[in-house]
């Protein structure tokens, strides 16, 4: 039988690498990113505008398709991204591919007819891809190994 431990006892709070903060943001973002535009579909008029060939002002094409596809694919891989790639690479990549989707985030909400939504939707994007630029831009230097200063230092010690 276990013990209850009392209530003030502290929780545990174990660091998260950035590797995991990154992967968890862009999780998130692409989440909202697909949601916003599912629940667009419930604006009146939208599903009909897709029936005859328009999305937005844009026909309905394989370049447009295409181009939409990119616009999902690069923050999916940036999941993987995060998780994979060297810690300079990864944050650089991190805080390029994040600062990019600022102003393709903001463009969403041109010609949007329903504004609290889709501002709704742009600020809390917004929001995420602050974090992932911050958690980019904070990431943690390593203190460098073991100087030569050092070593000679501690042999000069060993001799004695």
Do not use: C, H
Request: aromatic letters at 12%.
């Amino acid at each position: 039988m276990r013990t209850r431990q009392p209530i003030t006892a502290a929780l545990d709070d174990a660091p998260i690498s950035v590797r995991v903060k990154l992967a968890g943001a862009w999780t998130s973002f692409m989440f909202l990113y697909a949601y916003v535009d599912i629940l667009n579909f419930f604006t009146p008029g939208v599903v009909e505008d897709i029936l005859d060939g328009k999305v937005f002002e844009f026909d309905l094409s394989q370049t447009f398709s295409t181009a939409a596809l990119t616009l999902v694919a690069i923050p999916i891989f940036m999941v993987v991204v995060s998780m994979t790639l060297p810690a300079r690479v990864n944050r650089m990549t991190n805080l390029i591919v994040a600062l990019l989707y600022v102003p393709v985030t903001v463009f969403n909400v041109v010609g949007a007819s329903w504004l609290l939504f889709y501002g709704l939707g742009i600020v809390l994007e917004l929001i995420l891809l602050a974090l992932i630029v911050r958690f980019a831009w904070t990431w943690p230097r390593t203190a460098p190994s073991v100087t030569a200063a050092t070593r000679s230092g501690r042999e000069a010690l060993e001799m004695t």
